[in-house]
């Protein structure tokens, strides 16, 4: 680390780090290392004039029955003199350590049992706290200044130790962004040790930095002391936009789309059931009393490219006789990319518009066809007064071919596919496997990438991604993924999500096309029997 600096101990120079834990890191260590090998290293010379004066040496202390031969010539009261002189040495330096303690990043050992055992209950990693936005007595929104965190969002900052792991497996740092969560929570600590919180958040991360976070979640997961920067991002992007009305001003279509039409692609509502034209979709109009209620989503209701998918499932649906309905025109955007861009105002209306419809219709069951919809539906709309079970669709595939309601045909092509697990799917709900089996059902050979599961990486479309441009970096999140897809050699990247979708197909046209990417459904309903 001193010798050879791995990148992966630091952080870029274009990241903002505050300039005293650019050397404090590593002095931290030093300290640390130094207190540590000293104090060992004394007890050992302690013992070695022990064994000296007992004039035996001890087989189970071999090196430090080597080292009291080199005391022999001493009389019995310098190896007395020796030994205490060694003792007082050994606990001097721990006893010298103590003050500084507090303020090195070594409180960890004190913090983190705290920060694992007092952090609140979430339904997922991704789970956003609840405001409620029809209480006229709030004033603030989100986090303008460290002091407007939660209590759990400061420990956060004393729990860390400065690893660098969220930084390696963030996806906008992986792909040259100027966005570090770790560079956020070792900023946060700096500032705490001038003893103040009344630090503006933009003078922890910049402006720039809290747009290129895709809420995917995976510095929350692969943290070892349970930290959770995405959240400290997130409650500056609502206190940017709830506050300042200050957000990139690509996202002003999307958000105006959610507004009016109740879709960030801004379609008509009046044409949400036309992707199902010529297909026999009940809505809940025409079957009232269904097993299963299809969130059908925005994406696969009014984007072209994912509207395959739910013709796709719609002939899952159809060939195995499930008793569904859809929503219609009565479904309207779960709000995910709202909330994720800070404008809790429009998630807000969204979710409770939408709770009293599926309070109203009351579904045993719902599904959807967007693990960004499961997420919020399922997580996020309990705060809401509204409780349901909710799969994904990989999930009722799989339940469909387990229970024998649909097969598929097997004389194939021995097509080699590759998962790429979306984050919200994933990480955020750890639904892992089902995509999976529901490919091995439909005859074909599942072939992972290094990052796999729920330690996938980002298709670059979550936390609102999908509506603005990247900010500028060494490469662009999908193509880094896709790269990462056409190393194993498969014919197919199979997607479970219309943003992933969406990212995936860009990136393998920006590689002139070598792979084709398909939905699990697509795939299972191109196979059908
Ligand atoms: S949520 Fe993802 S993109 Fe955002 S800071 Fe964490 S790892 Fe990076
Ligand atoms: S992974 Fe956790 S402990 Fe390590 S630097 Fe990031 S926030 Fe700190």
Redo the contacts with the bound molecule.
């Keep these: 680390r001193y010798v050879l600096k791995p990148a992966s101990a630091t952080t870029r120079d274009t990241t903002l780090l505050n300039p005293k834990a650019r050397k404090g890191i590593l002095r931290d260590s030093a300290i640390v290392t130094a207190t540590f090998f000293t104090h060992n290293f004394m007890r050992m010379v302690e013992e070695s004039f022990h064994l000296a004066q007992l004039g035996h040496t001890d087989r189970w202390q071999p090196v430090i029955s080597a080292v009291s031969g080199l005391w022999s010539a001493w009389d019995a009261n310098a190896l007395v003199v020796g030994e205490h002189v060694a003792w007082w040495i050994s606990l001097g330096v721990v006893v010298a350590f103590l003050p500084y303690f507090p303020y090195s990043k070594h409180i960890h050992l004190f913090i983190v049992p705290f920060n694992f055992g007092l952090k609140p209950e979430r339904k997922s990693i991704g789970q956003l706290s609840y405001i409620n936005l029809d209480d006229q007595s709030i004033e603030r929104f989100g986090a303008a200044r460290m002091k407007d965190l939660g209590w759990e969002q400061i420990m956060d900052s004393y729990a860390c130790i400065q690893c660098f792991r969220?930084q390696d497996?963030?996806?906008?740092?992986n792909t040259g962004k100027i966005?570090s969560?770790a560079a956020l929570e070792i900023n946060k600590r700096y500032h705490l040790k001038d003893g103040t919180t009344d630090v503006p958040m933009l003078d922890l991360i910049s402006e720039e930095a809290v747009w290129?976070?895709?809420?995917?979640?995976?510095?929350?997961d692969i943290c070892p002391v349970g930290n959770e920067?995405?959240r400290d991002?997130l409650d500056i992007r609502r206190n940017l936009t709830l506050m300042e009305s200050n957000f990139p001003k690509q996202l002003e279509t999307a958000f105006k789309g959610m507004e009016r039409n109740q879709n960030p692609w801004n379609v008509s509502q009046g044409d949400r059931m036309k992707w199902a034209e010529g297909m026999n979709v009940p809505t809940i109009e025409q079957n009232g009393e269904p097993e299963i209620l299809w969130w059908v989503g925005c994406a696969p209701a009014t984007d072209a490219r994912a509207q395959k998918t739910a013709r796709a499932f719609a002939k899952i649906l159809n060939t195995a006789g499930v008793n569904y309905a859809v929503l219609g025109q009565n479904e309207a955007c779960t709000g995910d990319s709202a909330r994720r861009a800070g404008r809790e105002d429009i998630f807000f209306g969204l979710a409770s518009q939408n709770v009293e419809i599926l309070n109203e219709v009351a579904p045993k069951r719902i599904v959807t066809t967007c693990p960004h919809c499961l997420h919020t539906i399922k997580n996020e709309y309990p705060a809401f007064g509204g409780n349901y079970q909710v799969i994904h669709h990989t999930q009722l595939i799989n339940e469909l071919v387990g229970s024998g309601k649909i097969s598929m045909n097997l004389d194939g092509d021995n097509m080699k596919v590759t998962f790429h697990d979306p984050c919200y799917l994933g990480r955020h709900n750890k639904i892992t496997d089902p995509p999976r089996n529901d490919l091995k059902s439909a005859g074909m050979e599942v072939v992972e990438m290094p990052r796999s599961g729920a330690k996938s990486f980002?298709c670059g479309a979550g936390?609102a991604q999908m509506w603005k441009e990247e900010e500028a970096g060494s490469g662009r999140v999908n193509e880094a993924r896709f790269s990462e897809a056409k190393a194993t050699g498969a014919d197919t990247v199979a997607v479970g999500c219309p943003f992933c979708m969406s990212m995936m197909t860009d990136a393998s046209k920006a590689d002139g096309n070598p792979m084709q990417v398909k939905d699990v459904a697509e795939l299972v309903a191109e196979r059908l029997k």
């Design positions: 969220c497996a963030c996806p906008a740092y966005l969560p290129a976070c895709t809420s995917c979640g995976a510095c929350v920067p995405m991002i980002c936390g």
